[in-house]
DNA sequence: TCTGGGGTCCTAGGACCC
DNA sequence: TCTGGGGTCCTAGGACCC
């Protein structure tokens, strides 16, 4: 049996821990750039506000109803993730049984196999509990045959909170048929827009129960091979999306950003380009890899002075190193190298990001024909950077090229304060 | 005026190799 | 007139996820 456990609008949450006047209030928390609505309590949805509204769209509805809204603030949210999945791997001996997969940011599946069938409801229930004594953030769990499956019981244990406490065990035939008929296609975990209307318009199929009847032949046709030859199976009880391993390495890493406003000089780009070089080599270095690829892109939306419309143009270039490096320098180096061959004069560029790939342990590098110094001479230097700016503040130390001026940054004007992760920010009792 | 960011997996097709 | 077979690696594109 699998569990997956989901934290209740996570972000949201999050804002309300050093918020407590907004316990029953709508809350709603913006993406960067304060473009869109990402996260939602259920008194904001039940006031019509829709998952993935522009802001602007919205603003009317907000302010109307005295909605409290937050630009996002990834230093809390990843702290405060980082409590619970703590607190999961604590509750479920994780040491032991290594049973728990991080799946994101505020979702974790935990292999149950261990577990009588008997236990499961009240494990689920000590999960619930102690998660929201530890940490303050509410969770939804729900239990069954396999992960999407597991991911059904979640969501109806979350529909219902009241009736279900959050909490939701599908262990026999009886539960789960009544559990599936009551799930759309569309609300299956893998099941997207465009299979749903496939499945819909095309087949007349419109619940998982429809849908686990199929033949698995059917599905390798018409659902996207194997993908959908395993969405039968896991709706038929047959666990085949396997638990991975929590040290698997990123096999691409990727730094883009919408610009705060659209920007034209080739200096500002250079300056955001090589700060999203920067931010990635981190995480190539915190993963202990290095990278053999890098492409550059950048996103420009009509010409200058042109009047308004979203039509975006995507332009990228990719270019395989010498030899895999984590090393800032050489990266941000053939980053802006890649920049300035597709930079165009007058273009309005709005979103410019760029990607790591080829990666390779970093302890596999190997050393070949044309330098004959492996390319890490630069580890001692990097890891103080990144030490540095971990235990400061970010980017304490950065690279000349990233620049100063970041006309480019994005807006985040609502955003609360880093309560459990920076000294300068903790959280004061006023009077 | 304004619409996120960071990933995964799978398949097809081209380049290249022996 | 006739023109192999089997394989790997890479990239692009599509679909999906939170």
Known sequence: MY???????????????FRPDLRHKPVVVLSNNDGCIISRTDEAKKLGIDMGAPLFESRALLKQHDVAVFSSNYHLYGDMSMRVM??????????IYHCVEVYSVDEAFINLDHLPAEALQGFAERLRDVVFMWTGIPVSVGIAPSKVLSKVANRLAKKDKKGSGCVMVLDNEDALQLAMEATDVSDLWGIGRRYARKLKEDYGINTAWQLKHMPQEWARKYLGGIVGVRMIRELNGHSCILMRDPLEK?????????????????????????????????KLRRQHSAAGSISVFVVSNGISGASYSYDPQYINRYFPLMSPTADTSILIRTALFLVESMYREGTKY????????????????????????????NQGLMKTIDNINFSMRDDMVKFASSGLSRNWKMRQEMR????TTRWGELFELSN
Not at 3 to 17: K, T, V
Not at 86 to 95: G, M, N, P, S, V
């Open 416 to 419: 609360s304060k880093r309560s």
């Open 350 to 377: 709005v979103k410019g990001g760029i990607l790591l790939g080829g990666i390779v342990p970093e302890n596999s590098l190997q050393g070949d024909l044309f330098s004959s110094a492996i390319n890490n001479g």
């Open 86 to 95: 703590d607190t999961l791997r604590f509750l479920t001996d994780d040491a």
């Open 3 to 17: 569990a997956i456990i989901d934290c209740n609008s996570f972000y949201c949450s999050c804002e309300r821990l």
């Open 250 to 282: 990123k096999k691409m890493i990727s730094t883009s950003r919408m610009f705060g406003k659209p920007v034209f000089d080739l200096i500002s780009i250079k300056e955001a380009i090589a700060t999203f070089t920067s931010r990635a080599a981190e």
